[in-house]
């Protein structure tokens, strides 16, 4: 009998331990376009997010992106602009999770991701003024889709 309780209880901690490895933090955000936009971050290795606007997304307490809601057609203006701008570097280009974006840097001193978020007439501007990894790194944390 003692043997049984101990199995079980190491079968406890071992998926207590195991869910800790995936962590998430979750937002909804009601915004002018009239979408409600959830905004899921990968919480691991110290990352957070705030449910404040422009909401930001840290490392170990150091803000590294924030991000701020556009509406499609800003999202078709940043693309104008970085396109015609010559202080602007477009990196790439395509879609995550069924969003499109664009990532560009302005004077190698700002990188930036527009995303417009699918089947909606919402967007994120999610700004990064620390470096292109670190712009990144975020980017491939979060997840953006419209609240159901």
């Known amino acids: 009998m003692l043997k049984k309780i101990s199995m079980i209880l190491s079968g406890m901690v071992l998926l ?21 936009v959830k905004v899921s971050l990968d919480t691991s290795d110290k990352y957070d997010i705030t449910s404040d606007l422009p909401f930001a997304i840290s ?5 590294l992106s924030q991000g701020i809601f556009i509406t499609s057609d800003n999202y078709s203006e940043y ?4 396109n ?7 990196i790439d280009s ?4 069924g969003n499109k974006y664009i990532f560009w840097s302005y004077n190698n001193a700002e990188y930036n991701y527009a995303i417009l978020i699918g089947d909606s007439n919402t967007g994120v501007i999610l700004a990064n003024n620390v470096s292109e990894e670190a712009a ?7 997840t953006i889709s419209i609240a159901k």
């Open 94 to 97: 395509g879609s995550k999770d």
């Open 136 to 142: 990144k790194e975020c980017f491939g944390r979060i």
């Open 84 to 90: 015609a701008d010559s202080n602007a570097t477009l």
């Open 16 to 36: 207590l331990s195991l869910s800790g490895c995936n962590s998430s933090k979750a937002y909804t955000y009601s915004v002018e376009t009239g979408d409600s």
């Open 79 to 82: 693309v104008d602009v970085v």
């Open 59 to 63: 490392c170990d307490g150091t803000i």
